[in-house]
């Protein structure tokens, strides 16, 4: 009886032919990714922040739906899940999801929390960050 071909498996992430040994679903390579994107969020180019969808969600001074919008933004390869951001941003997936639904939050501190860690630009916030600087307004 001749030997079965072995089947042929392929990654889940990036649809690469999976060596013989890796039991795995996905390669090395999307393996340390999707490792990596727990650790913190993805360093983006500053033109992200300046889509339509961005500029929008800034409009609204409503930092649920900006996170949403980030989430979802097309320069992800797929949209990023409510549970990744979540370890970001020392959430659960609920209390995630109750800000991106909810009545804005209004907490200063979270939002400048939210803002740092997912590197949103000042100029585009409707509060100021520490270490901003004031603009000194001229008096007669």
């Known amino acids: 009886m001749a030997p079965t071909a072995r089947q042929v498996r392929y990654c889940t ?5 999976l060596a013989r040994d890796n039991t795995d679903k ?6 340390r990714k999707g490792r ?4 913190g ?3 983006v180019p500053p033109e992200f922040w300046y889509t339509d969808q961005m500029r929008d969600a800034f409009s609204t001074w409503h930092m649920g739906r900006v996170i949403f919008a980030y989430r979802m933004h097309p320069h992800h390869s797929k949209p990023l899940t409510q549970e990744t951001v979540c370890n970001w941003l020392a959430l659960t997936q609920t209390q995630l999801s109750r800000i991106e639904n909810g009545k804005p939050p209004d907490e200063l501190s979270k939002l400048i929390q ?3 860690i997912l590197g949103m630009p000042a100029g585009l916030l409707w509060f100021k960050l520490p270490g901003e600087r004031k603009e000194l307004s001229a008096q007669p």
């Open 36 to 39: 990596d994107q727990l650790a």
């Open 41 to 43: 969020p993805p360093a």
């Open 13 to 17: 992430g990036c649809a690469t032919r």
């Open 26 to 31: 996905q390669c090395a390579a999307c393996t």
């Open 114 to 116: 939210y803002a740092q």
